[in-house]
């Protein structure tokens, strides 16, 4: 039996934006586009009433009842719908913009320029249940230990710390002294403590919990 295919929400304030964005979509077979919201206040209204499985939220929207962002409006389906997933879908790839929608409860963060294989991996991560983030997003995302982490040793934050700043599995080795055998293993082990399989979504996840912090 075929699953019923992901319903989406698309929120942005260019009527053509979301015209190209559902066309896009919708030629997906498993993707299907249930509503389309002009601003951030409309998008939340909309997704409390439709319950979509996932929502496309703009970064900025240019007017509104209220003037609410999309990180505003992700805040507020996080405290109003736990477990919406909201993927953020911006032209501004900027590190405040990123960990802003990321600590506020996004599932992802995809570059409106991307490719859209890259938005459809986004999507499909985040409604079933992952983290979706652009790939080009990850450099971006150089921080430090803020916080004791319960989950991560301190040799593993470092890790995920160099991986963030886009480092390799050969660099973060000579970087740290180990070899590249021992890296591999402490990925293992950071993927199976944040639930997550990739790179990127490790990053994400780190974030997300207050491991990292920009500097």
Do not use: C, W
């Not at 304030?13 to 993707?31: I, K, T």
């Not at 405290?79 to 405040?96: D, E, F, H, K, N």
Request: cysteine-free; aromatic content about 2%; overall charge neutral.
């Amino acid at each position: 039996m075929t699953p019923a295919p992901l319903r989406l929400l698309i929120a942005d304030d260019h009527a053509v934006v979301r015209a190209g964005l559902r066309a896009l979509l919708e030629g997906a077979a498993d993707l299907d586009v249930v509503a389309e919201a002009h601003s951030g206040e409309q998008a939340v209204r909309l997704a409390l009433e439709l319950r979509p499985d996932v929502v496309l939220m703009d970064l900025r929207f240019a007017h509104g009842d209220g003037g609410m962002d999309g990180v505003e409006a992700v805040r507020r389906l996080a405290s109003a719908a736990p477990g919406l997933p909201v993927v953020m879908l911006t032209s501004y790839s900027g590190r405040a913009d990123v960990v802003r929608a990321l600590e506020a409860g996004a599932r992802g963060y995809v570059l409106k320029a991307g490719p859209p294989d890259e938005l459809f991996r986004a999507v499909r991560s985040a409604g079933a249940g992952g983290i979706g983030l652009a790939a080009e997003l990850v450099g971006h995302l150089v921080g430090q230990v803020v916080s004791p982490a319960a989950e991560l040793t301190r040799r593993e934050t470092e890790v995920v710390r160099l991986m963030a700043d886009g480092h390799s599995n050969r660099s973060i080795a000579l970087s740290l002294h180990l070899s590249e055998a021992t890296i591999k293993t402490h990925l293992i082990r950071i993927y199976r403590k944040l639930g997550v399989d990739n790179r990127a979504a490790a990053v994400s996840e780190a974030m997300r919990r207050g491991l990292l912090e920009l500097t």
